[in-house]
């Protein structure tokens, strides 16, 4: 951890008594914008630092810290887009309820990317059906990497969206692990992005970063920051996404989540976080075997138990996780599960 960071101004803070805000005063790093501490509405210190390394390391213009989820970062990009003057965004119908709430408080139009799927999983848009949806809309919006550890033809969307002269905007709330594999990271190829860090980085939940690649967004991301924020910023929050945005990329961890899935025959997805072991019928059963002996998935869809790994998880979890695998019967996916992800996003649309 460098010299100076919210963590080591956290830990540096001297004794005094607190006549302000939060009601608990000072349990630890819980502090609130105090002089020495900066302010996120208007960073001159420790938080205008850490933003920017942020965006050095993430190849931005300007990053934005967000402690109230990617759902604040979708908020603050769609508030740009539509300041900018959009009205109308095309995006794929499986995108994060975030993406149409925002629409519907912003008064802007999806240009829907129908579903397409493939034994349960949705498909990413393929170019052709981006280029169709964009050609009707003022931007483009998709996710990237999904749920699903699927990413869409990056290059292919930001050529057409370079083409048309229109926005390309990410929502990465799965790929904050991304920026050390530029050609999988959003922020390569977006306008606009967001890192959902809390989820696949070391960072506590709902910590997350905002992005843009120009100065040309910079301004209107920030006026969308200033309204979807909190204005009672969490401090660990703020320095578990610094610690976790400088946090080592962990080669060995990749390389073995990536043997695992040829091993233990996961859907074989382009993003090493992402393990998709197919039970089918038999995924409750499985599930319960696993929660049994102390291994909790990150979801069942009726058709695939997900696991979810990151650059912490250790070598040791992921042998335990394939001895239980060995010893669990499979089922057959089905086309049309009869619950999960797919279905929780489509009720969202
Ligand atoms: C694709 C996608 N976008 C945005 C979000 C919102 O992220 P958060 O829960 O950090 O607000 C999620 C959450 O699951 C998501 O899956």
């Known amino acids: 951890m460098k010299e100076r960071s919210i963590a080591a101004m956290l830990r540096g803070q001297k004794k005094h ?40 390391i993430l190849g931005a213009e300007r990053s934005f810290l967000l402690t109230d989820g990617s759902t ?50 949705p498909l990413q848009p393929s170019p052709q059906e981006a280029e169709e949806a964009l ?5 483009l919006f998709c996710t990237s990497p999904d749920y699903y550890g699927n990413f869409p033809d990056l290059a292919a969307l930001s050529s057409l969206c370079k083409r048309e002269k229109k926005p390309l905007l990410l929502d990465g709330a799965h790929g904050g692990h991304l920026h050390f594999t530029p050609s999988l990271y959003a ?12 989820k696949s980085l070391p960072a506590l939940t709902q910590g997350a970063v905002v992005s843009a690649k120009t100065e040309q967004w910079g301004p209107l991301l920030e006026e969308g920051v200033k309204m979807f ?10 320095a578990s996404v610094e610690y976790a945005v400088t946090f080592p990329r ?10 695992f899935k040829t091993q233990y025959g996961c859907v074989n997805n382009a993003d090493w976080t992402k393990l998709l072991v197919p039970f089918g019928e038999k995924c409750n059963e499985a599930q319960r075997f696993l929660e049994g002996r102390g291994v ?39 086309e049309n599960a009869p619950a999960g992800v797919i279905s929780m996003y489509r009720e969202g649309l």
């Not at 962990?250 to 043997?259: H, Q, T």
């Not at 058709?303 to 239980?324: D, I, V």
């Not at 695998?325 to 996916?333: D, H, I, Q, Y």
Request: glycine share 8%; with cysteine; hydrophobic share 40%.
């Open 17 to 56: 008594i607190s006549f302000h805000t939060p009601g608990h005063k000072r349990a630890g790093a819980d502090i609130t914008e105090l002089s020495y501490s900066d302010c996120l509405l208007s960073p001159q210190g420790i938080l205008k630092e850490a933003q920017e390394q942020i965006a050095l």
């Open 72 to 121: 604040s970062g979708v908020f603050s990009m769609l508030w740009a887009l539509r300041s900018a003057g959009a009205r109308l965004v095309a995006a794929p119908v499986f995108s994060h309820p975030s993406f149409l709430n925002a629409c519907k408080v912003f008064g802007l139009e999806a240009v829907p990317i129908p579903l397409r799927t493939k034994f349960g999983i």
């Open 135 to 139: 050609l009707k809309a003022d931007a």
């Open 187 to 198: 922020g390569s190829y977006a306008d606009l992005w967001v890192d959902g860090v809390h």
């Open 229 to 238: 924020r909190t204005s009672s910023p969490s401090y660990p929050i703020m």
């Open 250 to 259: 962990n080669l060995p961890i990749e390389r073995a989540a990536n043997a």
């Open 296 to 334: 909790y998935p990150e979801f069942n869809d009726g058709n695939y138990l997900m696991f979810y790994l990151s650059p912490c998880t250790k070598a040791g979890e992921l042998k335990k996780l394939g001895r239980l695998l060995k010893k669990l019967p499979r089922g057959g996916v089905e």
